[in-house]
């Protein structure tokens, strides 16, 4: 079945960094644009980067702009979400989600991951 | 990239009508029909309701609907029940080619 599983998650020292990853499957993961979102602990939703079915575009929160690269691999079904100098308040679930359209991006997300958390802590 | 404006909270019995609002601004909801809406049980990963505005993906129940006028879009459900207590958040595309989500808002069923 459709399916994004992400991983990667733990526990962090702030300026420190993460990689968190999204396996798909179940789909032409090739054709889809890709989001990271994140909910902090008792937050609400927070968009973080998206990136389009082909990689040449790329967009990110002001939030995270300069500290987290998201990046995929087609060829291994995988997105991927590189995160650096990590601060307190990068803690919180992450999740992975698909767009609902083949090709260009149309800004919803139909297909989530489970999340995986990051805490960032001393 | 201010955060949309939900209520905070609704409320509704079973089987009435609620909309829940969500207000940005030229940039973002009123510029674009890339609202989209979401519902999110605890400890569950959030469930798209509503796409483009008004779209109802497959498998979503007809009880809920969208619409939008000027900078303001709304989700209605009709026909409340129990199982449709949860947060709802909507989304929207903006013009910096970035997204950026409401604050959510919490139904009571009561």
């Known amino acids: 079945q459709v399916q994004l599983v992400e991983s990667g998650g733990g526990v962090v020292q702030p300026g420190r960094s993460l990689r968190l990853s999204c396996a798909a499957s179940g789909f032409t993961f090739s054709t889809y644009g890709i989001y990271w979102v994140r909910q902090a602990p008792g937050k609400g939703l927070e968009w973080v980067a998206i990136i389009w079915y082909d990689g040449n575009n790329k967009y990110y929160a002001d939030s995270v702009k300069g500290r987290f690269t998201i990046s995929r691999d087609n060829s291994k079904n995988t997105l991927y979400l590189q995160m650096k100098r990590l601060r307190a308040e990068d803690t919180a679930v992450y999740y992975c989600?698909?767009?609902?359209?083949?090709?260009?991006?149309?800004?919803?997300?139909?297909?989530w991951g489970q999340g995986t958390t990051v805490t960032v802590s001393s | 990239q201010s955060a949309l404006t939900q209520p905070a909270s609704v409320s509704g019995s079973p089987g009435q009508s609620i909309t829940i609002s969500c207000t940005g601004t030229s940039s973002d909801v009123g510029g674009y029909n890339y609202v989209s809406w979401y519902q999110l049980h605890p400890g569950k990963a959030p469930k798209l309701m509503i796409c483009e505005v008004s779209n109802r993906p497959s498998g979503v129940s007809n009880r809920f609907s969208g619409s939008k006028s000027g900078n303001t879009a709304s989700l209605t459900i009709s026909g409340l029940q129990a199982e449709d207590e949860a947060d709802y958040y909507c989304s929207s595309y903006t013009s910096s080619s970035t997204l950026v989500f409401g604050g959510g808002t919490k139904l009571t069923v009561l």
């Open positions: 989600a698909r767009d609902t359209t083949e090709g260009v991006a149309d800004y919803g997300m139909d297909v």
